[in-house]
């Protein structure tokens, strides 16, 4: 293998298929919004706890909510206004 090169394997046929029920992505999208609702709370305070969790200010509140309000979005739990900040809020 060369530096700098990666090697891509297939997934298994077991976790192609990956389903989850109604119930479970409903319950994990209203998680993941408390996360976000808790992250807006104090963004100051948390601010400095997430880089100095993270190691680097590259990655801060307002990427991480970002990321839990896509996959709150991917799990059904939003629509796409309220993802994009698009009017219908």
Do not use: N
């Amino acid at each position: 293998m060369r530096l700098g090169t990666r090697t891509r394997h297939a997934l298994p046929a077991r976790l192609t298929g990956i389903c989850t029920r109604a119930a479970d992505a409903a319950e994990l999208a209203k998680m993941l919004q408390f996360l976000g609702q808790w992250l807006a709370r104090d963004p100051g305070r948390l601010a400095a706890l997430l880089e100095e969790f993270v190691g680097h200010p590259a990655y801060g509140l307002a990427q991480l909510r970002q990321d839990l309000e896509r996959f709150v979005y991917l799990l059904g739990g939003s629509d796409f206004e309220s993802l994009f900040g698009l009017p219908g809020e």
